[in-house]
Nanobody
Framework: QVQLVESGGGLVQPGGSLRLSCAASGNFVCINRMGWYRQFPGRERELVAAITRGGATDYADSAKGRFVVSRDNAKNTMYLQMNGLKPEDTAVYYC????????????????WGQGTQVTVSS
């Protein structure tokens, strides 16, 4: 019902910046909440930042002051601007969608993208 495609990952030096994008497509009217999660090897996915359709945001402590999440509802696209990147930010970053409104229905399922690798290294 919802397909999510991330882009923008890559290799960056410490202190550098990256901008991730997540484009949502499928048979829906709108998505309530979209978020960025990351996963380190051998660990559970953890929230990085999330944003509701109305623009309310939530950040992990590690992201506050360095990362900014935004979305363009008209384009069904979410962004994550990451500044001041550190080696410990190295992970696979996943896009998440939750709370999907379709014509005549709503579901609270979680949808995930395929992930994009972010590597911070000199």
């Amino acid at each position: 019902q919802v397909q999510l495609v991330e882009s923008g990952g890559g290799l960056v030096q410490p202190g550098g910046s990256l901008r991730l994008s997540c484009a949502a497509s499928g048979n829906f009217v709108c998505i309530n909440r979209m978020g960025w999660y990351r996963q380190f090897p051998g660990r559970e996915r953890e929230l990085v930042a999330a944003i509701t359709r109305g623009g309310a945001t939530d950040y992990a402590d590690s992201a506050k002051g360095r990362f900014v999440v935004s979305r363009d509802n008209a384009k069904n696209t979410m962004y994550l601007q990451m500044n001041g990147l550190k080696p410990e930010d190295t992970a696979v970053y996943y896009c998440n969608a939750r709370g999907v409104f379709s014509r005549g229905s709503y579901n609270s399922n979680d949808y995930w993208g395929q992930g994009t690798q972010v590597t911070v290294s000199s």
